[in-house]
T-cell receptor, first 112, second 116 residues
């Protein structure tokens, strides 16, 4: 069966450190992989998209890697801040124009 | 950036009543909108794909007669939960993609439905 797995346990890190979140998937061949941020009681906010033929993407303090052989994406937040505390969702897009398939998300808590 | 709004942001209703949720793309046209449902500490689950001017496509297990979707224009899709029951209480979220770039989807703020 198809699965998207993210760290189920919350990730607690100290301010200034790098947070690394993992997304693994099985029985998918996504054309795109996306990361979203979701705050409690709010809809997801798009952060980054990476295509199947891209290895790495960066945006300010964010970095995403995509390994289609391992079927894994890593999401990094460098110089983390308390304001980065949220749930981060990994989502797969099979083809353009189709709906996203989401993981359950990983909760990140950055403490001062 | 593209903005998607939802109305209402929360609603409480009695069991057996119907509730309509609106999803609007404010600054772009969306030929396709998606409706998701999210239970506490769970992932977003796709309910249906809403296409402007045509019938919605429902995911397996989602009752189309209970969750009525109308996509009457390029900026508005509505989800009506008919004869709501307590088990329908959830967080309903819509998303839309710019018609020129489906890869990036923009989500509404969500609607919290509580059925008493």
């Amino acid at each position: 069966s198809q699965k998207i797995e993210q760290n189920s346990e919350a990730l607690n890190i100290q301010e200034g450190k790098t947070a690394t979140l993992t997304c693994n998937y099985t029985n998918y061949s996504p054309a795109y992989l996306q990361w979203y941020r979701q705050d409690p009681g709010r809809g997801p906010v798009f952060l980054l998209l990476i295509r199947e033929n891209e290895k790495e993407k960066r945006k300010e303090r964010l970095k995403v890697t995509f390994d289609t052989t391992l079927k894994q994406s890593l999401f990094h937040i460098t110089a983390s801040q308390p304001a980065d505390s949220a749930t981060y969702l990994c989502a797969l897009l099979l083809n353009s124009g189709y709906a996203l398939n989401f993981g359950k998300g990983t909760s990140l808590l950055v403490t001062p | 950036g593209a903005v998607v709004s939802q109305h209402p942001s929360w609603v409480i209703c009695k069991s057996g009543t119907s509730v309509k949720i609106e999803c609007r793309s404010l600054d772009f046209q969306a030929t396709t909108m998606f409706w998701y449902r999210q239970f506490p500490k769970q992932s977003l689950m796709l309910m249906a794909t809403s296409n402007e001017g045509s019938k919605a496509t429902y995911e397996q297990g989602v009752e189309k007669d209970k969750f009525l979707i109308n996509h009457a224009s390029l900026t508005l899709s509505t989800l009506t939960v008919t004869s709501a029951h307590p088990e329908d209480s959830s967080f309903y979220i819509c998303s839309a993609g710019d018609r020129d770039s489906y890869n990036e989807q923009f989500f509404g703020p969500g609607t919290r439905l509580t059925v008493l």
